[in-house]
């Protein structure tokens, strides 16, 4: 069974960093997406980052290119996206996410099969 854990949020002032963790267990596969979301209350989902596991190539939200890095570390099957240059506006509950298809990466929301519970973002101004 996919379990996906988040961890590493918090709440920092405009202009700091942050890096969250997505602990995976149970991908059986080489070739699959794992993606990175945000979900302020009331509004849609937001996908953020996206990186295909084999190859490691990555996509990001325009939102937050240049700021935020997607890394992986294959031997502790954990996703990090490191998040520079915190704006109000990343304040959100990020969530880490799964596309076991294979196919392709997207930051479309419903491709995702396994989701993680979330680790909230609080940004001050």
């Known amino acids: 069974q996919v379990q996906l854990v988040e961890s590493g949020g918090g709440s920092v002032q405009a202009g700091g960093s942050l890096r969250l963790s997505c602990a995976a267990s149970g991908i059986r596969y080489s070739s699959y997406c794992m993606g990175w979301f945000r979900q302020v209350l009331g509004k849609e989902r937001e996908g953020v980052a996206a990186i295909y596991a084999r190859g490691g190539r990555t996509w990001y939200a325009d939102s937050v290119k240049g700021r935020f890095t997607l890394s992986q570390d294959n031997a502790k099957n954990t996703l990090y996206l490191q998040m520079n240059s915190l704006k109000p506006e990343d304040a959100a509950m990020y969530y880490c996410?799964?596309?076991?298809?294979?196919?392709?990466?997207?930051?479309?929301?419903?491709?995702?099969?396994?989701w993680g519970q979330g680790t909230q973002v609080t940004v001050s101004s």
């Open positions: 996410a799964a596309d076991l298809s294979g196919l392709y990466c997207s930051l479309a929301d419903d491709r995702y099969n396994y």
